[in-house]
């Protein structure tokens, strides 16, 4: 028996495991399997509009009749300074050139917000189990309105003070994302890329700061990783990266590769593809632009730049791998049996440590 189960009589789930919602790597195949294996499956979904959220959605409930977890971006529509938009086009012309580009776009996308009415609306229809948020959360009316309707409400933090403002505002568990993650960083507030509390800090300090279940996230890759968790307090865990070379996730034939050679030291966090700190495999690019860090176009604006340039690779020079620092820990097993891998292991690293106990 697991030694909290607060999240899995929760989240009505057999083992306190959620895979990560990867926007694109997280399809609907991964996260029913990670589901009929007693997980908690996720959908990353902000980017998906009401019509494709409700194919992917229809798509999972075929595929399993278990929980699943919906996730989505809280950010108001995205705004970018003229200024800051030209200045950064001044710092990409040489890349664009060397790429063969001509020059960069003069023009961003027009975005809304990342949750919306529509949204919310969709999600008191189909009534996932659990929706979870990151970059905080939506409005207090949209949080009750979500927990009346018996979904149960998750949201990411990345330090103590998040944490307490997450269950203020009426979480059931909290999401502690440590430094090592893959992916964006769930911070409420934009931060610098060198900004951020690691797992084994964070965990203790959130489960002491709060009375809901906390969930470990950031760098933990195997069952060792997850005893790890429970003894510092966490009632369960998120592993992004650990899933994303299982057969049925979404991860393209390059990130697959690089992860088969992967070691702790591949990552850096970068602001310079999305406009937000994410952990992705160094380039030159993300280097050159950290080296002397300027302001960019907004979250998702910033992609409209950034994206010709991954496209043209190469990939050693400008790519946007997202992948977390235990990646050298990833099996390339359908994700069945590395749920049953990464249990197995947990309990064998309770009973060792149980025997070491005077």
């Known amino acids: 028996m697991w030694p909290d189960l607060r999240l899995c009589d929760l989240m009505k789930i057999g083992q ?12 609907p195949a991964l996260a029913a399997a990670v589901s009929n294996a007693g997980g908690l499956g996720s959908l990353g979904s902000a980017e998906m509009n009401v019509d494709q959220l409700r194919a992917a959605t229809a798509m999972l409930r075929e595929a ?18 003229p200024a800051v938009l030209e200045h950064t086009r001044q710092r990409l012309a040489p890349w664009y050139s060397a790429a063969g580009l001509g020059a960069p776009p003069e023009t961003l996308p027009a975005l809304g917000p990342s949750f919306d009415d529509a949204r919310l609306a969709l999600l008191l229809e189909i009534r996932p189990a659990v929706v979870s948020f990151h970059f905080g959360l939506p409005a207090p009316d949209a949080v009750l309105a979500l927990k009346a309707a018996g979904i149960v409400v998750v949201s990411t933090a990345t330090n103590v003070a998040e944490a307490r403002a997450l269950e203020r505002a009426g979480v059931d568990a909290v ?22 509390v690691g797992t084994m800090a964070l965990i203790p300090q959130v489960a002491d700061a709060v009375g809901v279940p906390v969930i470990a996230a950031g760098g933990i890759g195997d069952g060792r990783g ?14 992004g990266t650990a899933f ?10 390059p990130r697959r590769a690089r992860l088969r050679c992967a070691t702790d030291s591949d990552t850096m966090l970068t602001d310079a593809f999305s406009g937000r700190a994410a952990r992705a495999m160094r380039s030159r690019y993300a280097q050159v632009m950290e080296a002397h860090r300027e302001p960019l176009p907004a979250f998702l ?20 791998h997202l992948y977390g620092q235990a990646a050298s820990l990833t099996r390339e097993v359908p994700a ?18 149980s025997k070491s106990v005077p």
């Open 16 to 27: 306190p495991i959620i895979q990560a919602p990867m926007a694109g790597a997280a399809t």
């Open 301 to 320: 604006q910033m992609y409209a730049l950034s994206d010709p340039l991954v496209a043209a690779g190469p990939e050693d020079e400008v790519s946007f």
């Open 226 to 239: 997850i005893a790890a968790a429970f003894a510092l307090g966490a009632s369960g865990v998120q592993m």
């Open 64 to 81: 399993t009749d278990r929980p699943f977890n919906l996730n989505f971006f809280i950010q108001d529509a995205p705004r970018t300074e």
């Open 244 to 253: 994303l070379s299982c057969p049925e996730a979404g991860t393209d034939a």
């Open 336 to 353: 069945a049996d590395l749920m049953q891998a990464l249990t197995r292991e947990a309990f064998a690293t309770f009973a060792r440590v």
């Open 175 to 196: 999401i502690a994302q440590g430094y090592e993650a893959g992916g964006h960083r769930g911070s409420h507030q934009p931060t610098a890329p060198g900004d951020g």
